[in-house]
């Protein structure tokens, strides 16, 4: 088995909205290459000649909306290019509300419109991994110049959520914006796709899980608490709401799992 990652961090206004374009590669025919995806808080555009079967569902290109909920993929051989997009990053290029997208797959035309298949030939022919990146940052460029301006909403409140290191709450939301509930939710379904608490309880699952995987010497029940668990019983059925999987599970196997988590 070969395999291969690359990544190439979005740059100037793009980086506002994309992590990253990246790519891998895992050639050998001979055996799927199975994972278990959990909610990683992105957004990802996948460019695939070959099949991904995501949750028992075939798909090529396919977009990847932010999820909940963990998804079992298993893929023959890599896909071309990929874009990540930050969670609230996909905003400023669709028509659609972001919450139309939740834990959903779609064709690239179903999000973008038709001219997206013109970029996925392009793709197709481009020679390499920085020629590919370079004509989708010049498409997603084009797209968000032609977007009227608005006052920044999810850049500043994703960073002050992060700051808070899984402690934010609905009520410090809304004193820290100047936002009433009502609006916060508004702004929050049409950015991000979920509710400010359900975005709250996703990120400090996120945030207690990257811990996890990195720190074996502290117990479960620490780990908890500094999460702002009530026990090390509310953090486990937490996780499990989310990834369906024990956080005990999460650190003993994760060799056999998603190997990274972003937030």
Request: aromatic letters at 14%.
């Amino acid at each position: 088995m070969t395999w291969h990652f690359r990544e190439y961090k979005a740059e100037g206004l793009l980086a506002e909205y994309i992590d990253c374009f990246w790519s891998e590669n895992y050639m050998d025919r001979s055996e799927s290459k199975q994972l278990m995806i959990f909610p990683d808080n992105t957004v990802e555009l996948i460019f695939s000649e070959n099949p991904f079967i995501r949750n028992g569902q075939r798909y090529l290109s396919h977009l990847s909306g932010l999820k909940t909920q963990s998804q079992m993929v298993a893929v023959e051989r890599s896909p071309l290019v990929a874009v990540r997009f930050k969670p609230y990053g996909l905003k400023p290029f669709i028509n659609c509300a972001s919450q139309e997208l939740l834990n959903g797959s779609f064709a690239p035309e179903e999000v973008f419109g038709p001219e997206i298949r013109a970029i996925e030939e392009q793709l197709f022919e481009a020679a390499d991994f920085e020629s590919r990146v370079q004509i989708l940052s010049q498409y997603f460029l084009f797209k968000l110049k032609k977007q009227t301006s608005e006052k920044p909403f999810a850049s500043p409140i994703a960073a002050y959520i992060s700051a808070q290191q899984g402690q934010a709450t609905v009520q410090g939301l809304m004193n820290w914006s100047g936002l009433s509930l009502k609006s916060l939710e508004r702004h929050f379904k049409k950015h991000f796709g979920l509710s400010p608490k359900q975005y709250l309880r996703l990120q400090r699952v996120l945030m207690a899980l990257v811990r996890t995987k990195a720190d074996h010497q502290s117990s479960l029940t620490a780990i908890a608490y500094d999460f702002g668990y009530f026990d090390q019983a509310h953090f486990i059925h937490e996780v499990q709401s989310f990834t369906g999987l024990n956080p005990m599970r999460f650190r003993s196997e994760l060799s056999d799992l998603q190997a990274q988590l972003f937030v």
